[in-house]
């Protein structure tokens, strides 16, 4: 580190010395090009202290930001934990900083205090989750004990995959997004019960989400919803290599999403080995979160596998049910994320790879646009006014609200379309919409048959700026 010569004598680090202090006794975070020793803030941060840990050691700008969307009070608050200046970036920077995103928050704010609304309480929230939780339970009882029948227990199976997806969409992605009530305890519980119902880790699943795809959205190796490190069996984005059998992943690939829930728990073990998903390193795991994710996997066995082979099924017949489940769950959870991000229209970014076990990391790109507005620029929303659309893709059909305020309970997005809607043609920023999820879905297939067949869609090389 190298003092810098001012009155305050504050120092300068590398992304890479700020890295190392990730732990709860010894924790910093960079926000604006500063770094913070927040590790007395810990203990008494009103939201608890996984989502610090989360941050810990790591450039949580837009986190810091997007996560306080109803107030301002954390910038004066964070201002006696400042220790230096940052001298290097692990990942993407967005350089410009707008008025959009304060403008649009302010009038978010302006919205709830004049209906005097809680943006994360409500009658509708606590009846969705008891409504969800009975849907699973029952589906889980009635797929694996009520019948013998071959054909009944298949409907049954496909009708448990629904559940298990709305389990994800509502309750898993609300507790990852301190979405929903004001109490730590109840995001950590409902965390724990998606590792116990589904044997799927939560931990592994909010630094893909909340630190890799929500703070670098459609960034090519940075974005783990985009495969980095992986065989390219689609090609999405204009930094990949096409080969020939691209041009027929407008067929194949969606028929591969069935698998995404397996892909996903099986993968979650690089939590406890490999260390990152991608460019994303996981935080130092907890003994409590270490136990929840062994429990979790044992329960999902038992659930799973043993009781409804002592009690009911066949092993054949288990195993075809069980897959049924998983492709439902597979197919309906990858659709539902792609027809947000990967359609036509949207933009997508790159950053040089980060390679496993290299002695340094290439610099990664810098982006000359608002974190904010990009939100809205790689996303798309679809049957705004659905009721029904709403309830079963978990709000994601307001995907862009959802990336603006991922801490706003999804049943107030409706509420903010007009709001989002308004500052965006006030900013001349495009808000893309589709009316329909059939709609949505067709600008999906379209989009992966013309990246794999139009060689106009891929032509940009890996740069420093866009």
């Known amino acids: 580190m190298i003092e810098i010569n001012n009155k305050e004598k504050l120092k300068l680090y590398t992304w890479n010395e700020v890295s190392k202090h990730n732990q709860k006794d010894d924790l910093w975070i960079i926000v604006d090009g500063k770094v913070y020793n927040i590790t007395k803030w810990v203990s008494i941060h009103p939201g608890g202290e996984d989502i610090l840990l989360l941050s810990a050691g790591r450039d949580a700008t837009n986190l810091f930001e997007s996560y306080h969307p109803m107030t301002d009070k954390h910038y004066s608050l964070i201002k006696q934990y400042e220790i230096g200046y940052i001298s290097s970036n692990e990942h993407p920077k967005y350089v410009e900083k707008s008025q959009f995103y304060s403008t649009l928050k302010q009038r978010v704010r302006n ?77 950590k519980v409902m965390g724990a019960t998606f590792d116990l119902f589904t ?58 999403y069935g698998v995404y829930s397996l892909k996903y728990r099986l993968q979650d073990h690089e939590i406890l080995t490999k260390k ?60 539902s994320f792609q027809v947000s991000h990967v359609v036509e229209d949207l933009q997508f970014l790159a950053t040089p790879e980060i390679i496993d076990g290299a002695d ?18 790689t996303t798309q929303d679809y049957a705004q006014d659905s009721v029904l659309s709403t309830f079963f893709s978990g709000g994601l059909n307001l995907q862009v609200i959802h990336h603006c305020f991922p801490t706003i309970a999804q049943d107030f997005y ?53």
């Open 111 to 187: 919205h709830f205090q004049t209906t005097s609304q809680d943006p994360k309480v409500s009658v509708g929230v606590f009846t969705r989750m008891v409504l969800i939780y009975l849907l699973l339970f029952v589906t889980y009882y009635l797929s694996q004990f009520s019948s013998n029948r071959f054909w009944l227990n298949c409907l049954l199976a496909v009708c448990y995959g629904i559940a298990n997806s709305l389990f994800g969409l509502h309750m898993m992605h609300d507790a990852c997004h301190t979405a929903i009530t004001h109490n730590p305890m109840v995001w």
């Open 276 to 335: 990152s998903n991608g460019s994303i390193r996981y935080s130092p795991i907890s003994p409590i979160d270490a136990a929840i994710y062994i429990l979790g996997k044992l329960v999902f066995i038992i659930t799973r596998f043993i009781l409804p082979l002592i009690y009911n099924h066949t092993f054949t017949h288990l195993i075809c049910f069980f897959l049924i489940s998983e492709l439902v769950l597979g197919w309906y959870l990858a659709i």
């Open 414 to 466: 409706p509420q903010i379309v007009p709001i989002m809607k308004e500052v965006c043609k006030e900013y001349n920023v495009t808000y893309h919409y589709k009316p329909t999820f059939t709609e949505a879905i067709k600008s999906h297939i379209n989009y992966l048959y013309k990246m794999g067949n139009d060689p106009d869609y891929v032509r940009k090389p890996v740069n420093k700026s866009d």
């Open 360 to 377: 340094q990391h290439p610099l990664p790109s810098t982006f000359n646009q608002d974190w904010a507005i990009l939100q809205v620029k």
């Open 199 to 256: 044997g799927a880790s939560f931990y592994a699943w909010c630094h893909q989400h909340v630190i890799g795809h929500h703070l670098y959205t459609n960034v090519r190796n940075a974005d783990p919803d985009l495969g980095q490190g992986e065989i390219d069996f689609r090609i999405v984005t204009p930094y990949q290599s096409r080969s020939w059998y691209h041009r027929y992943q407008h067929i194949y690939a969606p028929i591969l």
